[in-house]
Nanobody
Framework: QVQLVESGGGLVQAGGSLRLSCAASGRTARSAAMGWFRQASGKERDFVAA????????HYSDSVKGRFTIARNNAKDTVYLQMNSLKPEDTAVYYC???????????????WGQGTQVTVSS
């Protein structure tokens, strides 16, 4: 079992930056791949970025590549999502997830956080 707690959401103007954090705990937390997803109002949940604990290997959606950076701190069992050059279309609830898979692009996410709201004003 893995428990996930997100933090760091908020309101920011377009072009600004935010950093989301996801604290993981549980017996298998350190062996899991971690991902960020987002869900805008009235839309489906979309993949944003993922990282493995070892390596690490990373993977991004095309919509955030070059603007967002996923990183992890093994000592703190925490994963971060640094979001730069934010756009109004980045507005969504952001969820942290943990799972297992053959590589960073093939992860079965089993555990989810409660989500944190990110709002980007124009």
């Amino acid at each position: 079992q893995v428990q996930l707690v997100e933090s760091g959401g908020g309101l920011v103007q377009a072009g600004g930056s935010l950093r989301l954090s996801c604290a993981a705990s549980g017996r298998t937390a350190r062996s899991a791949a971690m991902g960020w997803f987002r869900q805008a109002s009235g839309k489906e949940r979309d993949f944003v970025a993922a990282i493995t604990w070892s390596g690490p290997s990373t993977h991004y959606s095309d919509s955030v590549k070059g603007r967002f950076t996923i990183a992890r701190n093994n000592a703190k069992d925490t994963v971060y999502l640094q979001m730069n050059s934010l756009k109004p279309e980045d507005t969504a609830v952001y969820y942290c997830a943990a799972g297992f898979g053959a590589n960073v692009t093939l992860v079965e996410y089993r555990y989810w956080g409660q989500g944190t709201q990110v709002t980007v004003s124009s």
